[in-house]
């Protein structure tokens, strides 16, 4: 999944001080391999280049700023795209599950399987929820995107492209997967699992930002409530716009 090879010119960053550094490891022969120290704070600049992907996933879990910035400065992970695709349908189906409780209970009393209980209004609900997520998180990742600029042009920083938000926001959401459990076994939980996976993520992602700026943790928390204020106007927004499209059919 992620891959540590070094490109040239590429400027790179030390996950202990997030300085950059001109690489991660000199190569010595095709087996020996010594990792470059930092010369700001005088650590290894980079000890995740030999790890292994799941403990690195392991530091991500665990909320680890080095690991963050690893994964954001120091590895070619052209591949979150894809995960990205994939929380976006895990969170619309979460909040299908959560707008037609009456269907689950419906189908517990039948036991059968609730997937195989859904119609077409419920395969139409589903499409239009996944827009729905799709455009709350563009909206949220634009103001986030927006605001890293400004605060890039007023410290006169280097500049951080739109991607890199994007990436920051993907990685930081792999939350969204601690809903599974509430989804495939236990739906009455459903509130308070998502109350406790809401709270993970938001730290996650204060957490991502923080280590793609370094920024202060007040900086962070401006820009990640004013995004999530924003994500919440544009639910409202969207919602009332499918009311009333709804009631003038
Ligand atoms: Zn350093």
Known sequence: ????????????????????????FKKYSASVLKLTDCESCHNVAD??????????????VLLQKT????????????NFWKLSVILLLMEAYSEL???????VIKTNE????????????ADFLFYKLSLNVAIKTSCFMLVLYFLT???????RRDVIDFV????????????????????????????????????YTTMSQLLAYT???????????????????CKTFCFDFLDAVYTNIVNNI
């Open 1 to 24: 999944m992620f891959e540590n090879a070094p490109e040239k010119d590429k400027c790179y960053i030390c996950v202990n001080c997030g300085k950059k550094v001109k690489s991660l």
């Open 47 to 60: 000890k995740y280049v030999e790890y292994d992907v799941v403990i690195i996933i392991i530091d991500l």
């Open 67 to 78: 690991a963050y910035r690893h994964v954001l400065f120091n590895v070619d992970f052209k």
């Open 97 to 103: 599950m959560r707008s037609s409780p009456e269907r």
């Open 110 to 121: 039948d036991e059968k399987p609730f997937l195989n209980e859904f119609n077409e209004m």
């Open 149 to 155: 600029k400004m605060y890039c042009k007023v410290l």
């Open 164 to 199: 890199s938000v994007w990436k920051t926001l993907t990685i930081s959401s792999f939350g969204t997967f601690l809903l599974l459990p509430s989804l495939m076994w236990d739906t009455s939980v459903q509130e308070f699992h998502l109350c406790v996976v809401s709270l």
């Open 211 to 229: 280590a793609l700026c370094n920024c202060q943790k007040f900086w962070s928390i401006i820009t990640i409530f004013s995004a999530y204020y």
